[in-house]
C-alpha cells in the first residue's frame, strides 16, 4: 500500500512530526511504502484565471 502523509506542523521537530515519523516509521514496518510531504515547504500560489491549465493536459 503506497501511504501519503501530510504533515500541517510548522516544527519539523516537534511532537506531531514526532509521532507522524512514528506511524511512517510502523507503515514501512509492515511493508507499506510512506512518504511524508511537510507543507511548509511546498510553494503554493493561488490561480490567477489565466487559463493555460485548459490548454494543457
Not at 507503515?27 to 489565466?50: F, S
Request: proline letters at 4%; charged letters at 25%.
Amino acid at each position: 500500500m503506497n501511504i501519503l502523509i501530510i504533515n500541517g506542523s510548522p516544527r519539523k521537530k516537534g511532537l506531531i512530526s514526532q509521532m507522524l515519523g512514528i506511524m511512517q516509521v510502523e507503515a514501512e514496518k509492515r511493508g507499506d511504502t510512506a512518504e511524508m510531504v511537510y507543507t511548509n515547504d511546498l510553494t503554493v500560489k493561488p490561480c490567477i484565471g489565466c487559463m493555460v491549465c485548459r490548454t494543457k493536459e
